[in-house]
């Protein structure tokens, strides 16, 4: 059972790296020793650009950073945060570990659920709302939490998450 | 009643401590001007006299640590800061770096100078990208300030610190995934021998620290490892951030000396269980940790003491469990957890903890027999000492504990 | 530094930095393995390999844990024995039950571990296959499903190979090897070498078997079936029947192949010395005309593949030369099709090789004409042998035939390109007679034989210093053509050849092959040269008549009709 997105999209149209990012990219290479580890900050400056990490972004990555599609590609999906399918405008990420669930995140994923009609792992039609549960994001103290984009939401009950998507456009 | 010991988190609530003036102001960077003016050999010394222990996780002493780089520098060294918190039930290190996060740079600044490193790197979780950016903004005044860059404080040392965003991976938070994703690769364990301090990041000399590790180094700086080593118990040295979470009254992060009682710290720092009920379980160190009946609380929380009671002080995260915890869900809880961030490259793990989860989930649905819990027991066996880095083993150890601690609860599944 | 270490209560010397593996080793005590490559560091993935070390909480993995004074390690303790026991059952837990139709059902490392460890029941609940086989690739086939996860294929394929087609991708219990997004191996990088197929434990890897194509011809009255073997096949096809490796059977091997009713036998030596002759005159022709230096080598289709793809630039430095299964491909569908008068649409022509990447070389589109392909089938020696034992032909069991006149007939120099060296030790040879009309004093020609990656020298030949040199595994072919891009130019020809060892290690070739059975099966061939007359190709009397008959004489247009072709960029 996967409850974050995952595969590539099939044959998405190619997206171009932005030559502004591009030279971030570069700039960020240089700061150290060895470049390939520009990898993560390069998929994170990507996954701002596009919201996801396309396939047509990993060729140019790779050749950026002089290593292989697969190489990058075998990065791509070792880490969670970065997103293989396109996400919605607003990517809600649930804690669902013991802290928050001890403090009831399940009743906050259900009033997700019902209130945006997906489950966790899927998107709104209308793009807007992609819900995924994820594992301890490091605010125990506060559970139960999540994260909307880069932005974490704590002390949470229903009420608050009403208020907190209708604030949303 | 327990005495808190506001040291490293007496910034706490107090804004603009990114600001070089405003920490300067409250003692910052006095460890720093101290040890320039003192050999790199001669920190490590005073760091071995603190007897301060790594807060990552595993307790090792830190100035012993720092004593296997190498003498006689063939090759870059580089001192990297591990912020990636992700052990469930912690979350001290960010209380550092969002209220004085040139407290852990200053301290990054003196490991730096004491090993002798070119350059250091903060690998922060990737979650934390609102911490990244304060973080960078403090390293950008030290270097204005030239507390940072070339020939700090005139002192003729150069030192910079690079801040990079992990992306969701817990397995990054040990130090040689962490070194293998600063390289720009998948965060997968590296076989020890050889240790990072003999070759680390990029095949150099490397000493990988904990963010609280770090932040007390200053505070050590500022006066001597002994009195650092006196803000603890009498048995263990420093102060310690515990951070409580779970069904208690008052959850946050706690500062503590080092060696406070568990019982302590969950009646009196943190309110007590929430509610009124009854306390059920405690899990004293992070999710890694065995668990704890509640009459097995009576703990002093440090190293040793934990370890003798079967646990692991571990990050110090205490979860707290009342009476109407299920303990099968938090064990479901736990193992979904250890799949999904097992990195798959060796067997025990990748597959033993995949068949403890496929287990539990069966006994949750009802769907378990007689040797569902044998099997649990079995796998958890092959695991322990198996594995490759110890996540498999702090996962096996994690359910082994819940399944023999509170059998019942899981035997009642199968009727 | 010498150190004293008790391994199974028995005193031993070790050497200090010796991993417990190579100590038990050398003491006659087997560890089971299933990550550990020779030659590479170790990965420690398995865990299959753990000892017990007194002192020591945790079991440690011998591949990789070095020994130090006075350790006292247990190989075989009763702790041990359980947690390779269980190991082998968690892994067979998450694979398909398969055995009885496996491909690799009598050498499958997992199973004879399952066997050995005594895993008689199952006690785990059994995780359905659920990965989609991957059938793309003309030449192999890989069942994820059956992957154990010890990540060999993509070490070899990226620290032997240098191309790095495969990765592994996804992460935990999810984690798989594969090929980046919405490709598959036929798409991918993949230079068809095998190599990997020979590191993989299990059925994950397999060639892609065309056995059913050559029954079919074989029992298609309509068909006229020849085959054709490689040099290096009949110095390891009798691995295939149990015997040690090392032994040539080239004579059982005609005969059997006719027993399966092969209506002609050929040995693609006779297209090797044919190469000879027209690489080595194309060699005289670069260097007095002023050609593309230095010239590689061009008869390994996994380095063609790999040059295309990587070294675009130098595509221009191939030899034109078709490889010797393609040359005799063409001789036979259009030489002796017209002589035998036979359509060539009724041969069926399968050669015998020890290569997977031959497979996608038959099938490469310029290797045919009117719409008719030179090679139809390639079969790997591990695929001939099962299809002996199909037939019941016992390779130990009888009584040895000649090959097939005019293309059987072979010097030893045609022999020894199953070795790495061989090309260039058989085109130094003809190339110093052509171009200084002598014979040389020396024939064996040692800086390039043996199994080091990079092995150089420099021959007078005439007036000339020329400068050689022979890779063996596409890593080390990398080496050096990054010196020559970098600028290098005391080269004039460079021999590579796709598998570390040269055709002898090809990835067709039995599982099992190591560094041992790689020196045996060469040692072969260099005892066929020593004790054979006819050891320079350009002696070959039926090559001689070929030309005299046909072709003229080397380079010429008939020649390069049939024999050269060309080369172009593929993306990547
Ligand atoms: C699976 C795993 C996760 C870990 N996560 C963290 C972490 O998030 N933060 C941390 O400081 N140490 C973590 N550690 C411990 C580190 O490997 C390492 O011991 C520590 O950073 C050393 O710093 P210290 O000596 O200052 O404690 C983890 C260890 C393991 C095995
Ligand atoms: S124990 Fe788990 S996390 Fe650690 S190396 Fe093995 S598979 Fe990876
Ligand atoms: S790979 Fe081995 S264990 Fe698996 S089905 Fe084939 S023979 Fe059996
Ligand atoms: S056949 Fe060769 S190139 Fe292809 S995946 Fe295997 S090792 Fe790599
Ligand atoms: S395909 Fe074979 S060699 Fe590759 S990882 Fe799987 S089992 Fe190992
Ligand atoms: S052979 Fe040692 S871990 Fe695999």
Known sequence: ?169 | ?415 | MKMQIELNNRKLEAESGETILSVAKRAGINIPTLCYLEHLKPAGRCRICVVEVDGRKDLVPSCSFPVSDGMKIHTHSPRVLEARKNLIELMLANHPDDCLYCNRNSNCDLRQLADQLGVRERELVHVEPHFEIDNSSPSLVRDPNKCILCGKCVRVCEEIQGVAAIELLGRGFESFVGVENNKNLATSRCINCGQCILACPTGALTEKSQIQDVIDALNDPEKYVVVQHAPAISVTLAEEFGVEAGIDVDGAMVAALRRMGFDKVFDTSFTADLTIMEEGSELVSRIVNGGKLPMLTSCSPGWIKFVEQFYPDFTGNLSTCKSPQQMMGAIIKRIFAQREDIDPAKIFSVSIMPCTAKKFEAGRPEMGENGIQDVDVVLTTRELGRLLRMYGIDIRNIEPEQADSPFGERTTAGKIFGATGGVMEAALRTGYYLVTGELMEHLEITPVRGLDGIKESKIKVGDLELGVAVASSLSKARILLDEVKKGRSDLHFIEVMTCPGGCVAGGGQPIGTNVDKIKARSQALYKLDDSETMRMSHENPSVKKLYEDYLGKPLSEKSHHLLHTHYEKRPI
């Open chain 1, 1 to 169: 059972m996967s409850t974050t997105p995952t595969p590539f999209a099939a044959n998405a149209t190619d997206y171009k790296i932005p030559d502004k990012v591009m030279s971030k990219i570069n700039e960020i290479a240089s700061q150290y020793p060895e470049k390939n580890s520009a990898m993560l900050p390069a998929l994170h400056l990507i996954q701002d650009e596009f919201g996801w990490i396309p396939p047509s972004a990993v060729r140019q990555l790779a050749d950026a950073l002089d290593t292989t599609p697969n190489k990058v590609y075998a990065v791509v999906s070792f880490y969670t945060m970065f997103n293989q399918a396109p996400v919605g405008k607003y990517h809600i990420q649930v804690c669902r570990n013991v802290s928050c669930s001890l403090l009831g995140s399940k009743h906050i994923v259900d009033h997700l659920t019902s209130k945006l009609g997906i489950q966790p792992g899927q998107t709104t039609e209308n793009k807007k709302f992609t819900l995924s549960l994820v594992e301890c994001l490091g605010a125990c103290g506060t559970a139960p939490v999540m994260m909307i984009n880069d932005t974490y939401y704590e002390n949470l009950t229903s009420g608050k998450v009403d208020e907190i998507l209708n604030t949303l456009a």
């Open chain 2, 1 to 415: 009643m327990i005495e808190e010991k506001k040291v490293l988190t007496r910034h706490v609530g107090v804004p603009g401590m990114e600001k070089v003036d405003a920490y300067m102001n409250d003692g910052g960077y006095k460890g720093l001007k101290n040890a320039l003016d003192k050999k790199p050999q001669d920190i490590i010394e005073e760091v071995k006299k603190s007897f301060l222990r790594g807060r990552g996780g595993a307790g090792f002493p830190t100035g012993f640590k720092w004593s296997f780089i190498p003498k006689e520098k063939t090759k870059p060294h580089y001192i990297i800061c591990n912020a990636d918190e992700g052990e469930p039930g912690t979350f001290k290190d960010r209380v550092i770096m969002e209220n004085d996060p040139l407290l852990l740079i200053e301290g990054m600044t003196i490991a730096g100078y004491a090993l002798q490193c070119d350059m250091g790197f903060i690998y922060i979780r990737g979650e934390f990208r609102k911490i990244a950016e304060k973080l960078e903004t403090a390293i950008e005044n030290a270097r204005n300030a030239n507390l940072l860059g070339k020939n700090i404080l005139g002192k003729g040392f150069n030192f910079d610190i690079l801040v990079m965003r992990g992306a969701g991976a817990y397995i990054c938070g040990e130090e040689t995934a962490l070194i293998e994703s600063l390289e720009g690769k998948r965060g997968e364990p590296r076989m020890k021998p050889p240790f990072p301090a003999v070759e680390g990041l990029y095949k150099c000399p490397t000493i990988v620290n904990n963010v609280e590790t770090l932040a007390c180094i200053p505070i050590i700086m500022q006066s001597n490892g002994k009195s650092f080593k006196d803000m603890g118990t009498f048995q263990s040295a420093g102060t310690k951030l515990y951070g409580i979470s779970g069904h208690v009254n008052n959850p946050g992060v706690y500062e503590y000396p080092m060696g406070t009682n568990l019982k302590d710290l969950i009646e009196q720092a943190a309110g007590g269980v929430k509610d009124g009920k009854k306390l059920k379980a405690v899990i004293p160190g992070g999710l890694s940790a065995p668990i704890l009946k509640a009459d097995e609380i009576d703990l002093d929380m440090d190293f040793d003491a934990c370890i003798k009671a079967g646990t692991m002080l571990g990050s110090g995260g205490v979860i707290v469990m009342d009476e109407t915890t299920s303990i099968p869900e938090v064990a479901k809880s736990t193992i979904d957890f250890f799949v999904h961030e097992s990195c798959g490259q060796c067997t025990p793990c990748r597959e033993g903890l995949h068949k403890i989860q496929e287990t539990l989930t069966k006994m949750m649905a009802g769907e378990g027999d007689e040797n569902s819990l044998k099997t649990i027991f079995k796998i958890a066996k092959t695991i322990k000492g198996t594995t490759l880095c110890p996540l498999g083993d702090a996962g096996a150890m994690a359910l082994e504990a819940m399944v023999t601690k509170f059998r019942d609860e899981f035997e009642a599944l199968n009727k």
